[in-house]
């Protein structure tokens, strides 16, 4: 069985630094973390991490596409497309995110996923860990960039189809929608991470989400209700919403798009102080245009998702807002070190151990732990991800 040593560099665990550390991996699992170069046979592959990070590998629990595809393209070529672009930005375990589609565009994402899952070797990049279904239960009043044409209240008898092919690991919907309770409900016996998003919700009815299983929302700031926008809806007096409602319950968890576009650095750091990095999750919620030259694409299935204007920087809709991003979670992992100011382990946790952790997977990835997957990535000292392992395996055309 092939081991492999990392060497002179720091390693980032969940709750510090170790600077001079030693992981040793012997076939897809991690056997040793520490300083003592005696535990490391001889007969290990030696890497010299060269004064560079190791770190272990991120976890997305947010994404729809990348390096030209996108999810819902919904063939097993295109889920692998994403699957190695990300890997290329240091992420080993991703969750492919549904946007709005018909039913029968779903079921074949859903698919596809299920076949390049399966199916995984270290050609394909990233793992899938399980599917995120996001889109299609948002309120229309917050579909952001997503097709509104086919965004809609939750029905049992399609999302128990979802539910049944055992792929659907993370389920949204907004709480205000008909039929969001029963959607929670069975989503939470299903055991997935169960979240709000695209919702103009009311402190209220966040209420109600959680006592049926909520405990996530998707993209804070992005999307989401806030008191003004509630108070469109009720009138006065004005009332909370989901911004107040997960500030103020310690058992939710929400998650920032840290590209330096949706997010400035206070709100960033902000939201930081406030959840704290246990509670906090970094999500790339990237679209197919990572990697690729501006210009226009699809939002969704090439076939018929609405367009979006990549300058290179961030995906633009049509009418002016923002638009998904276009950057990987080393970008997202820069940004909130450098521009928030937010110690280095602290981030690293947050695309990695916390996701792992919410999504429940946290027993075999998300920190360099013994007895846990061998998904470990290497930075430099300027945080760029110089190599990729997963199960154990050099990913080598993720750099």
Known sequence: MRSICFFNGTAILPD???PDAVVFCRGERIVYVGRARSRVPKSADMVDVKGGFISPGF?????????????MDASPEAIATVCQAHARHGTTCLFPTTSTGTDEQIHAM???CDEVRTNWDASMGSKIAGVHLYGPYFAKDKVGCHDDS?????KSTEYRRYFKTGIVKIATCAAELAGAS??????????????CGHSNASWDEMGAAFKNGMRHVDHFWCAMSNVSSVRKRFGFPMRGSMLEYVLSNPEMSTEVIADGMHLSPELLHFAW????SDRLCLVTDCNRALDMPPGCYRFGPESNGSWFTNDGNVGWAPEGSLASSVMGMDHMVR??????NIPLHEVVRMASLTPAERAGIDAEVGSLTPGKRADIILLNKSLQVKRVHINGQRIRNAT
């Open 59 to 71: 976890v997305d629990i947010h994404i729809h596409g990348g390096g030209g595809a996108d999810v």
């Open 335 to 340: 940004t909130m070190h450098r521009n928030a």
């Open 110 to 112: 859903l698919s596809a």
């Open 16 to 18: 510090r630094v170790l």
């Open 150 to 154: 086919v965004c809609r209240a939750p």
């Open 182 to 195: 029963a959607f929670y409900r069975h989503a939470t016996q299903q055991g997935c991470l169960v979240t």
């Open 273 to 276: 102080k406030m959840k704290g």
